[in-house]
């Protein structure tokens, strides 16, 4: 799983609570980037089983692609997961509303190129130390500060100390 995604401060947030943040915080607008390639990761992953190794992402992609060059319009949600659906049966809305939805996806362990896997790595959340939102909206001023756990760390080796707020 991409770091970013194993990190963020509220990787569970739905799609659209992360869409009602996308200009308060960086995090909002990097997760869904995260979260769709592990998604992809996935599916990959599950045609390719379900397919015996004879079709993959690649496929459903180009459908779609085709499909858009046929009807001189992008697909619908509702057309790619009923191109989904061929493709894992009913399993595939599942997948959708886990991905939709904020769910941890976990790929499969062996969801990567041929010879590689996935391993868990645990990893401490990304944090700031401050409220982002201070320096995104009005003055660019750093505020709402807090110890995270790098910060008492530096704190002890450069013996120094923060003013709370």
């Not at 995090?27 to 592990?38: D, E, T």
């Not at 997961?81 to 399993?91: H, K, N, S, T, Y």
Request: glycine letters at 8%; one cysteine or more; hydrophobic letters at 35%.
């Amino acid at each position: 799983m991409p770091r970013v995604v194993a990190t963020e401060p509220n990787p569970t947030l739905s799609n659209e609570e992360v869409n009602k943040l996308t200009w308060k915080t960086q995090n909002a607008q990097r997760l869904p980037y995260s979260r769709g390639l592990v998604f992809w990761i996935r599916l990959e992953a599950l045609i390719r089983e379900l397919s015996g190794g004879h079709r993959g992402i690649d496929e459903l992609v180009l459908e779609m692609v085709q499909l858009a060059k046929t009807c001189g319009k992008p697909p619908t949600l509702a057309e790619f997961l009923g191109r989904l659906d061929q493709e894992l049966g009913p399993v595939a809305r599942q997948e959708y509303e886990h991905y939709n939805s904020g769910k941890l996806i976990i790929p499969p362990k062996y969801s990567l190129i041929p010879g590689a896997f996935a391993v868990r790595i645990d990893m401490e959340p990304f944090d700031l130390g401050f409220n982002e939102e201070s320096v995104l909206q009005g003055p660019r001023i750093v505020r709402g500060l807090h110890r995270t756990r790098e910060l008492q760390r530096l704190e002890s080796w450069m013996e120094i100390s923060l003013r709370p707020g």
